[in-house]
């Protein structure tokens, strides 16, 4: 009895110091919102002239009978090219992505169905635009005070749209997508997150991984690296397949 309150005590000793907000174990009936917004800015000069922004919103809502997530990210980078002697900036990235998932909770714990929409326009990768639709099973495996660990699979249809019109092997058409997430949460109040997705159709497999780790400066401000990595079996002529994106940026969550 004494040992256990003893580590009681401690482990909100550590939380109160390190202003560390332990959402995981919360009751699934409790309603929990959270918002962080992102933003990282590069500007680089002499040998290379270059200017890269980065914005990004995320947030979760969880009620008693629904769990919903949110995401919003939009990606710019400006160069400076020489071109026949003429000096000018030349826009070499520019993508926004947006995604939501609702998913609503069966009456087994951790056990749920989900709904799930995306749509992505990105200026360098051949589409005018790409969305997502897709729903079926989702498990919250498990849910403890440091870490959690979710996936959903599906059935859902998949929207494109190529620039040139002259493309033909580009169609919309049903896919299957699968997801896993991971988080770990130090006493500390450092985040860790490994996110995983894969869209299969039949002429195309699309997969994407995310990882991150954010490390608090104070209160509700973090510093957060992420690497991500999207690959694509049959990209369009003249685009890569492979695509990576590192980053640092500066969080602050608002709720």
Known sequence: MFSSSVAAADKNLIQTLYHTEFLYNQPEEE???????????????????????????????ETRHWNNNYNAEMLYKQIEVENNGVTEDQVSAQRFYGAAQFDYKLDTPGRRTFM??????DQ??????????????????????????????????????????????????????????????????????????AEAGPDNIKTRSETSLAANLFDSLAMKLSFAVSYETQPLQNVEGLNTETSLTVVYRFF
């Open 116 to 121: 799930y929409l995306d749509y992505e326009n």
């Open 124 to 197: 360098f990768n051949g589409y005018d635009y790409r969305a997502t639709f897709a729903s079926g099973w989702s498990q919250r495996v498990w849910n403890t005070d440091e870490s959690m660990f979710r996936y959903s699979v599906g059935p859902g249809y998949g929207f494109v749209s190529a620039e040139d019109d002259t493309v033909t092997n580009v169609n919309n058409g049903f896919i299957l997508r699968a997801s896993s997430e991971y988080q770990y949460q130090w006493y500390t109040g450092s985040r860790f997150r490994q996110f995983v997705s």
């Open 31 to 61: 309603d929990i919102f959270t918002l962080d917004g992102e933003v990282g800015v590069l500007n680089a000069t002499g040998n290379t002239n270059a200017v890269t922004f980065k914005a990004a919103i995320t947030s979760e809502h």
